[in-house]
């Protein structure tokens, strides 16, 4: 039986399994947020990006055994709140960016599946 990355269970394995998923989600959230924030806000600095890519992670650890639309609903409130707090912007433009930001993550992550899909049909 093959696994896919969406049946993976952090938690139940190894503490290696769980680091690696946080510090996957971190940089996933870094760099997704980074374009987010440079394509809205202009010139933003990648350190703020990696505060609120570490807090994004953290949250997806601790509400990984929720259903799906309780973790897109909290993170995605998470994520504005946190990026108004790092990024000192108003309601409007915190909305803007935390927008660009989750439009931003679903096709990296889209695309990051379908990659990993595709190449594990190919031949050995």
């Known amino acids: ?21 946080f510090l996957v989600a971190a940089v996933f959230y870094s760099l997704t947020l980074f374009v987010a924030a440079r394509y809205v806000l202009g010139d933003a600095p990648l350190k703020r990006a990696v505060v609120v890519g570490v807090i994004l992670a953290v949250a997806s650890m601790l509400l990984q055994r929720y259903e799906p639309a309780i973790v ?37 992550g889209i695309t990051i599946f379908n990659l990993v899909a595709l190449l594990q049909t190919a031949p050995v």
């Not at 000192?88 to 993550?105: G, Q």
């Open 1 to 21: 039986m093959v696994l896919s990355p969406a049946q993976l269970d952090p938690v139940a394995g190894s503490p290696v399994a769980f680091v690696g998923t």
């Open 72 to 108: 897109i609903a909290v993170t995605l409130g998470l994520d504005a709140f946190a990026i108004s707090a790092v990024y000192r912007l108003s309601w409007k433009s915190t909305a803007l960016v935390a927008v660009a930001h989750y439009t931003v993550a679903v096709i990296a």
